[in-house]
Nanobody, 115 residues
Framework: QVHLAESGGGLVQPGGSLRLSCFAS????????MAWYRQAPGKERELVAD???????HYAGSVKSRCTISRDNAKNTVYLQMNSLRPEDTAVYYC?????????WGRGTLGTVSS
């Protein structure tokens, strides 16, 4: 069983930044591939970025130049730094991982970009 807990969402103005965090339970966090997804109002959930156990990263095209995913294995935490935020980035952001074929999700954290 893996528990994921996101934090760091909030209200920011267009052009601002957010840094999301996700703490994952489990003693083998360093072996997990971790991902951030988001779901905007009225839209399907979509992958934002992921990071493998060795630190290889992948980003959705819509955020590639504006986001950085990173991890701190000593803290069992994965981060998503988002810059130059736009109103269309408004969404609930979810942390995700898969362990031994089982997929786990956090409850999400809401990021709202609005003036």
């Amino acid at each position: 069983q893996v528990h994921l807990a996101e934090s760091g969402g909030g209200l920011v103005q267009p052009g601002g930044s957010l840094r999301l965090s996700c703490f994952a339970s489990g003693s083998i966090f360093s072996t997990y591939t971790m991902a951030w997804y988001r779901q905007a109002p009225g839209k399907e959930r979509e992958l934002v970025a992921d990071i493998t156990s060795v630190g290889s990263t992948h980003y959705a095209g819509s955020v590639k130049s504006r986001c950085t995913i990173s991890r701190d294995n000593a803290k069992n935490t994965v981060y998503l730094q988002m810059n130059s935020l736009r109103p269309e980035d408004t969404a609930v952001y979810y942390c995700n991982t898969g362990v031994y074929g089982v997929e786990y999700w956090g409850r999400g954290t809401l990021g709202t970009v609005s003036s």
